[in-house]
Each structure stands twice: as C-alpha cells, then as structure tokens.
C-alpha cells in the first residue's frame, strides 16, 4: 500500500554533510509517523531519528545536535540533513513509515529499499 522512494546517499569526507530525502506514495492516508533507522556492518539495525505529523521529534543520542529530521506533508516527503558526518555514521540508512504509530513505538511497517551513507577520507 505504502512504498518509500530513498535519495541522497553517497560517498562524503568526515566533517561533510549529506540530505537524505524519503517520499512515500501509494496511499491516501496520513503517515502518522516517518524516520530514519540505519544499520552499519556488523551491527543491528537502529534509530536514528522519527518525526511524528506535528512536528515532534525523538533522535539518538548519537546523532542529536548533528543531524535534523524534517517532514512535508504536503509532499509525504521525510528529510535527513545530516551535518559533521563521522566515520561512525556510515551505515545502510533506511526510511520507514507508519501509519497510526506512536513516536516512540516499534518501526512501521513500510521501509525504504535502504541507502548506502559511507563516511571516509
């Protein structure tokens, strides 16, 4: 019903910046909650950021004061601008979206195919 076209990823120097972009179609309902959630080699799959409608947000502690999540609505379009890119935060990066879930509740059901963030001199 909900499927979540990812953009954005790439290669960038530690320091850099990088704009992830998620924009989900397929459905006429409101997404009530979108996010991030990356899993890098070795590791587990984790949040890194969700958005709820209005605006509230809940990030990682690893990534908070670096990175800001940001939604339109209008555009059923979820945002990650992530800023002062560590070698850290390279990961598979996967968008998510849920439809009637609370923010801090388990993932959606809907994901993204996942893109590539490789942080490295």
């Known amino acids: 019903q909900v499927q979540l076209v990812e953009s954005g990823g790439g290669l960038v120097q530690p320091g850099g910046s990088l704009r992830l972009s998620c924009a989900a179609s397929g459905t006429m309902l409101r997404i009530n909650i979108m996010g991030w959630y990356r899993q890098a080699p070795g590791k587990e799959r984790e949040l890194v950021a969700r958005i709820g409608s209005v605006g509230t947000t809940r990030y990682a502690d690893s990534v908070r004061g670096r990175f800001t999540i940001s939604r339109d609505n209008a555009k059923n379009t979820v945002y990650l601008q992530m800023n002062s890119l560590k070698t850290e935060d390279t990961a598979v990066y996967f968008c998510?979206?849920?439809?009637?879930?609370?923010?801090?509740?388990?993932?959606?059901?809907?994901w993204g195919q996942g893109t590539q963030v490789t942080v490295s001199s």
């Open positions: 998510n979206a849920d439809v009637y879930g609370t923010l801090f509740g388990r993932p959606g059901d809907y």
